[in-house]
């Protein structure tokens, strides 16, 4: 079973998703088609290698300006989860499959046009519940701490989904509008008089990718549509072959729980503990 993400509108829905599919001895897998950007990709395989080394920090964001325009019509993503849940559920998962759980966050979730037209060239408006802008604190179970903005109206962007992972020994950063390179610094690298040779290096990801293709080329320029066939690829290869992989339906739930926190923060005004997800035994724990 393939899924869009989020998986579904709340944690308690992912848990029995997740749990009914792996009763049914299916293969399941969530659209977070972000994992599978070749940089991304050699991102996850540095931090595993262990390049960072302790994990200090993390910025990450997923920024987009189709709603700065107030006289845009309403639609049903403008509702209820707004960015928080449309756009925070790809930064999440990414900063948790590179980074590590969340154990707790602090929250706070912006509406900045209360309403908009019905549709185009209406003067009936409608409420709009789901917020344009969504900011959040977060701790890792490792003990990193960083920042995650999601926002629809930072006018002047296009699909601008950045991140940064800065550790002990090292830095990563990518910026899905340059989506050919990683910027990768190595702490260890030789100082010296007018730098030595520390510095970010930029490394050509483009299209390469450890499995063989033809089209694109290992040289072409990465694209979107392309994040998304590898993610497919993935899936039907996991069918084919009679195997989990990921990201499963656990790891979406494990994304609805940091979701649910951040909602609860922001109404609360306070930290809230998120609840973790056993992909094992299907079991979620409170911190």
Not at 69 to 90: C, I, V
Not at 95 to 106: I, K, Q, S, Y
Not at 195 to 201: D, P, T
Request: charged share 20%; proline share 5%.
């Amino acid at each position: 079973m393939y899924c869009d993400k989020p998986l579904t509108t709340n944690p308690e829905h992912a848990r029995t998703m997740a749990n009914a599919a792996q009763a049914a001895g299916i293969v399941h897998q969530v659209t977070q088609n972000y994992r599978f950007v070749p940089a991304t990709l050699r991102a996850k395989q540095l931090v595993d290698e262990g390049l960072l080394g302790r994990p200090y920090s993390f910025r990450a964001a997923y920024l987009h300006s189709g709603s700065s325009d107030p006289e845009r019509p309403a639609g049903w993503k403008m509702q209820d989860g707004g960015t928080l849940h449309d756009l925070g559920a790809h930064v999440v998962d990414l900063v948790g499959h590179l980074w590590g759980d969340f154990a707790e966050v602090l929250a706070h979730r912006q509406v900045f046009v209360p309403s908009r037209p019905i549709r185009a060239g209406s003067s009936e408006r409608v409420a709009i519940s789901g917020d344009d802008a969504a900011w959040m604190v977060a701790k890792l179970a490792n003990g990193a701490i960083g920042t995650i903005e999601t926002s629809k109206v930072a006018t002047g962007t296009e699909d601008e989904l950045r991140i940064e992972l800065h550790g002990e020994k090292g830095a990563i950063r990518f910026n899905l509008m340059e989506p050919n390179w990683l910027d990768v610094y190595d702490a260890r690298a030789e100082d010296g008089p007018y730098g030595g040779n520390r510095g970010f290096l930029r490394i050509a990801t483009c299209s390469r990718r450890n499995e063989p293709s033809v089209i694109p080329p290992p040289r072409g320029a990465a694209g979107w549509m392309q994040f998304h066939l590898a993610s497919l690829h993935s899936f039907v290869g996991n069918v084919l072959r009679g195997r989990a992989g990921h990201p499963d339906f656990f790891d979406g739930w494990a994304v609805h729980e940091v979701l649910a926190a951040a909602e609860e923060s922001s109404r609360a005004g306070n930290w809230v503990r998120v609840r973790t997800v056993n992909h094992r035994s299907g079991a979620e724990e409170q911190r």
